[in-house]
């Protein structure tokens, strides 16, 4: 499948994470994942789009350095349902998906969010609890410091929703496999 990386002598070899994302906002959100834990995490933006499939997922890896024990990632809005679909039928990835966007993962580091809501509509919500216009595709100040400091209260919201409705996401799935993962280290 793509280069191997050889292992040192004596040395445990950390898996990447492989996280290929829908858009803009998806990148810049597994960025600050990156930084605040510390493990290798490949991002491959938005450059496939809806797009994506199995054989572009082993193109792009092939051209890189990758190990067994890497683990691939769909990080992709899920209000869409033929997408949707689509992205279920790939193999050998996880997919975290959020309905109706990524904004209301954002949303549920801010309060409990049970009925259907627009992807607009979060991205009022959160623009009226930061106080000023929010904007896709950043991730910085007021917003950046909600996102890591409400993280388990965000994971415990959206383990009560069910996954792939309106409103729900499964991102808590990547935050927990990032958690595991720093603790072996």
């Known amino acids: 499948m793509g280069r191997k990386r050889a292992a040192p002598k004596g040395k ?5 994470f492989w996280v290929f994302c829908e858009g803009k906002t ?3 959100y597994i960025a600050l994942l990156r930084s605040k834990y510390r493990v290798p995490i ?5 450059v496939l789009g809806n797009k994506i499939n199995e054989h572009l997922i082993k193109r792009i890896k092939k051209e890189r350095p990758v190990h067994e024990k890497d683990k691939d990632f769909l990080v992709y809005d899920a209000d869409v349902p033929e997408i949707l679909e689509k992205l279920k039928r790939i193999r050998n990835v ?3 998906a959020s309905n109706p966007a990524i904004e209301l993962w954002f949303l549920l580091h801010y309060k409990n969010q049970t009925s259907n809501i627009l992807s607009r509509e979060c991205t009022r919500e959160i623009s009226n609890r ?8 950043t991730i910085e100040g007021a917003l950046e410091a909600k996102l890591l400091e409400n993280c388990q209260k965000a994971c415990k919201r959206a383990k009560n929703l069910e996954l ?3 409103p729900s996401s499964n991102m808590y799935f990547l935050i927990e496999t990032l958690e595991e993962e720093k603790g072996e280290l």
């Open 12 to 16: 445990k070899i950390n898996p990447t």
């Open 26 to 28: 998806e990148e810049a």
């Open 42 to 46: 490949e991002i491959v933006p938005k």
């Open 94 to 96: 996880t997919l975290i």
């Open 130 to 137: 930061l106080r000023k216009e929010y904007k896709k595709g």
């Open 164 to 166: 792939y409705e309106n």
